[in-house]
């Protein structure tokens, strides 16, 4: 492993004005996009969908790194050309979800750790070979009566840091995502509370398991109220208190925090990054790592019609360059309007 090969992939991943594209929903979590705009899931017509977003003149510009699928690594876009290859002719670093989703913790039945480790060492090179140079876990943290246990804070932080460690040692760059879920009825300050906790846990998990901080990004969720909460908090309210709870947590050698979506709507993501980034300087790039704030629209603009392909590319450009603009602190609610 070099710590300088790791940093430069991980510098470039949270380079200025631009963001991740997050494509790697497993296939139950495509078929519940697909239906809703009534699109056939099939191989296919994921590979045709995915390859309109790859193939947008923008990725360029506003995307540094795209995370896909076990299914989409292994694919080629309808001409042959590996769908890897589009992503790095378009300047982007193809990336790979590498968790095999959640099961029931045991002692927490309520609760989820995301499982994936058994393996792993063996799935990475094969990875690595086709092209990818970063990777992605997720952990799952609910909120509710009697939830999170430390039970679940601690075996997801270690089972985060046993991930990271065996990514990097395999030259590839592990994404680390502890997500604190925003479906509760739960206000901004315990979403604060929780994800502090869970970041603090991770942190100390990832320094126990010699990971080097340089050679990660982040990708967490903001402070938020829960979307069945009472009390929706202000763009400002969110901003400061996210950057708030990450100098508290997150030390200055990690490049960069790349956020999830987490449910919220688009123009909330957007919104909320750029506030955060209008109150820099920061000790870390702050940027998106998203999936439905970035493909919403364009799966809507799509719907499965070759005939829409021109307006679902439109779509997806227009949310990559807001979000761009909002990764640098420059996007404002007015420049919306221009080019929707
Ligand atoms: C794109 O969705 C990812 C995969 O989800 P499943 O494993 O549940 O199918 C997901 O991990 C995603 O990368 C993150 O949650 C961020 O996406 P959002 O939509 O929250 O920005």
């Known amino acids: 492993?070099?710590?300088?090969?790791?940093?430069?992939?991980?510098?470039?991943?949270?380079?200025?004005?631009?963001?991740?594209?997050?494509?790697?929903?497993?296939?139950?979590?495509?078929?519940?996009r697909f239906d809703a705009i009534?699109?056939?899931?099939?191989?296919?017509?994921?590979?045709?969908?995915?390859?309109?977003?790859?193939?947008?003149?923008?990725?360029?510009?506003?995307?540094?790194?795209?995370?896909?699928?076990?299914?989409?690594?292994?694919?080629?876009?309808?001409?042959?050309?590996?769908?890897?290859?589009?992503?790095?002719?378009?300047?982007?670093?193809?990336?790979?979800?590498?968790?095999?989703?959640?099961?029931?913790?045991?002692?927490s039945p309520k609760e989820l750790i995301t499982k994936g480790l058994d393996g792993l060492s063996k799935r990475l090179p094969k990875y690595y070979e086709r092209g990818a140079r970063f990777a992605k876990w997720r952990a799952v943290i609910d909120i509710g009566a009697g939830i999170p246990t430390y039970n679940c804070i601690h075996a997801n932080a270690h089972t985060l840091a046993?991930?990271?460690?065996?990514?990097?040692?395999?030259?590839?760059?592990?994404?680390?995502?502890?997500?604190?879920?925003?479906?509760?009825?739960?206000?901004?300050?315990?979403?604060?509370?929780?994800?502090?906790?869970?970041?603090?846990?991770?942190?100390?998990?990832?320094?126990?398991?010699?990971?080097?901080?340089?050679?990660?990004?982040l990708k967490p969720n903001m402070a938020i109220a829960g979307k069945?909460?009472?009390?929706?908090?202000?763009?400002?309210?969110?901003?400061?208190?996210?950057?708030?709870?990450?100098?508290?947590?997150?030390?200055?050698?990690?490049?960069?925090?790349?956020?999830?979506?987490?449910?919220?709507?688009?123009?909330?993501a957007t919104a909320h990054l750029d506030a955060m980034n209008k109150l820099g300087p920061l000790p870390w790039k702050l940027t998106f790592s998203y999936g439905r704030a970035l493909q919403a629209a364009p799966q809507k603009a799509w719907s499965g019609k070759k005939d829409n392909v021109a307006a679902g590319q439109r779509a997806f450009a227009h949310r990559a360059r807001m979000n761009g603009l909002a990764a640098l602190g420059k996007w404002a609610a007015a420049i919306e309007k221009e080019g929707a």
């Open 162 to 217: 046993r991930y990271a460690a065996l990514c990097q040692q395999a030259n590839i760059v592990p994404i680390v995502e502890p997500e604190v879920l925003m479906d509760g009825e739960h206000d901004i300050d315990t979403c604060y509370e929780v994800t502090e906790w869970a970041l603090k846990e991770t942190f100390s998990e990832l320094y126990k398991a010699e990971v080097a901080l340089e050679g990660i990004v």
């Open 38 to 107: 009534g699109v056939e899931s099939t191989e296919t017509t994921r590979r045709d969908y995915r390859e309109m977003m790859f193939r947008t003149p923008a990725m360029k510009e506003f995307i540094s790194g795209v995370i896909l699928y076990d299914e989409t690594i292994w694919q080629d876009a309808s001409d042959g050309t590996p769908l890897v290859k589009v992503i790095a002719d378009a300047g982007a670093v193809p990336g790979i979800k590498v968790d095999e989703g959640t099961e029931m913790l045991p002692g």
């Open 228 to 268: 069945k909460s009472a009390k929706k908090a202000s763009v400002a309210e969110v901003a400061e208190k996210t950057v708030r709870m990450l100098k508290n947590c997150v030390p200055p050698a990690v490049p960069g925090i790349a956020f999830l979506s987490g449910g919220q709507s688009d123009e909330d």
């Open 1 to 32: 492993m070099s710590i300088a090969d790791l940093e430069k992939i991980a510098q470039k991943l949270v380079a200025p004005g631009k963001g991740i594209l997050a494509a790697d929903e497993s296939s139950g979590t495509i078929k519940k």
